[in-house]
């Protein structure tokens, strides 16, 4: 019984930035690996970020690193991508993504169990 739920896309100038959240229930994050994935309209869903449950090790998707973040909440159960400097290659649905924690972190979407319901990120030029 295990359910994300997702908020903080929308439209955004390129250049600016968003903070998607995810908040998680029926898992602890303490124990979870985390993730964000995005799926373009007629593209695969691909890796963007993710953080083990040790909160070391952060891994990002050459195509976004320097300029997103992802965080993690273990107090309020939840976690976020903050993403700055936006372009408009960045528009896609982004899903966030938990896992039972593992000594590797997955970057393929068919390792993780447990899937927000997506949220829509459009930069326009």
């Known amino acids: 019984q295990v359910q994300l739920v997702e908020s903080g896309g929308g439209l955004v100038q390129a250049g600016g930035s968003l903070r998607l959240s995810c908040a998680v229930s029926g898992r602890t994050l303490s124990s979870s690996n985390m993730a964000w994935f995005r799926q373009a309209p007629g593209k695969e869903r691909e890796f963007v970020a993710g953080i083990p449950w040790t909160g070391a090790r952060t891994s990002y998707a050459d195509s976004v690193k320097g300029r997103f973040t992802i965080s993690r909440d273990n107090t309020r159960n939840m976690f976020h991508l903050q993403m700055n400097s936006l372009k408009p290659e960045d528009t896609a649905i982004y899903y966030c993504?938990?896992?039972?924690?593992?000594?590797?972190?997955?970057?393929?979407?068919?390792?993780?169990?447990?899937w927000g319901q997506g949220t829509q990120v459009t930069v326009s030029s």
């Open positions: 993504a938990t896992r039972r924690n593992s000594r590797v972190l997955p970057t393929t979407f068919t390792e993780y169990t447990d």
